[in-house]
């Protein structure tokens, strides 16, 4: 993330040679911390700290742990971004994010998922084994993204954890359409959307406290992609992502994915369940001033996440030689739609290099580019990527949009490296 030095002081705005003698000490500081020369300092934006120097760990130092710790209770744990080079996301590399505490002492074999609300022709429950035997198995590959994935380049801080860019995966889901679970038990056709209920227990130990219980509209659930799955990357659901059965929505936040679901309600409203109503993946219907109180009736649901993109190769702090060229890859994904442009920087956004994209393999899962880069000579260097979506929206190089809760901050992903 980048972040921003002091604001200058009198003697700075008015004297110009001040103003010289201050950037020349930063960047003499920079790159004495660096081990480098920033070789293209003279583009770097007005106040911008070096990636390398900006992040709560010095990538340069070498001594990252790979997976990091945002909370023990509940347990939320993020990716490093070169743990997300594969296509499919190996489960051990997949970001956690839970409300409440992990349910324990799960028999798969009395799960039941029941279909109710207000909205459904007939009430009914469902045994695991049914939904296995009643309908047709889908796979898809789908993103799964926390909605304050980046949260830690917000200022003012927003409350929550501290994501940096690793809280997104895609990994390849198993499981039944919610849409044929919702036809065979009948919608009416006042429904608006359904919610969702899972056997997380809260962390006050109250066992009739909902922990969080959100959801989507209608027309979301009856997307194709949106399943009730019970395998992840074709084994069972490891427990922590949320065996025996999860609700997966790929492309939107992933708190709409609810684990250990064991309901599912059809509602003729807006669904109002926990973490539905005030902050809470909700952002401003209108730009706001940073630390701004907005109140419930001027926030919006977040539906699909923005597009954004992630540089899994190299890790940053890599070091190379100056007489090759590096080759660079990553992964880039856009909500509900398609990337369709994909750009690196090593000049701080002075010039842009197109890559190469491939195509997702089906809809919402991430697309996968890579490029080659040469590098003019010695010295600390920084590739930004940007990725662009098929209504051209291209993401910023700025931190965009403040929000209460630090949500959709898909500003370009950086990282830092070495030539020598």
Known sequence: MAALKPEPTKSELTNPSRRSFVRKSLLTTFSTILGADIVYASFMPKGYIPVALSLQSNPMDGKNPEMIIRNEKPWNLEARPHLLDDAITPAKNMFIRNNGLIPENIDVDTWTLKISGESVVQEKTFTLAELKKNFKAYTYQLVLECGGNGRAGFYPPASGNQ?????????????????????????KLDAVYIGYYGADKHLNGKADEVVISRGAPISKAMQDETLLAWALNGEDIPLAHGYPLRLVAGGWPASVS?????????RNKVHDGAKMM??????????????????????????????KSLITFPKSGAMFEKSRKLGVRGKAWAGELEVSAMEVSVDFGATWVQCQLKKPKNRLAWQEWNVELSFPEEGYYEIWAKATDSKGNSQPMVIPGWNPKGYLNNSCHRIGVKVK
């Open 258 to 266: 609810g684990k250990w679901v064991h309901t599912i309600v059809v």
């Open 163 to 187: 994501w940096e860019e690793g809280a997104v995966a895609c990994a390849e889901w198993t499981g039944v359409r919610l849409k044929d679970v919702l036809n065979a038990v009948g919608i």
């Open 278 to 307: 005030g902050d809470s993946y909700r952002v401003p219907k209108n730009p706001v001033a940073p630390g701004t109180k907005v109140p419930d009736e001027d926030m919006k649901i977040i539906e699909s996440m923005p597009v």
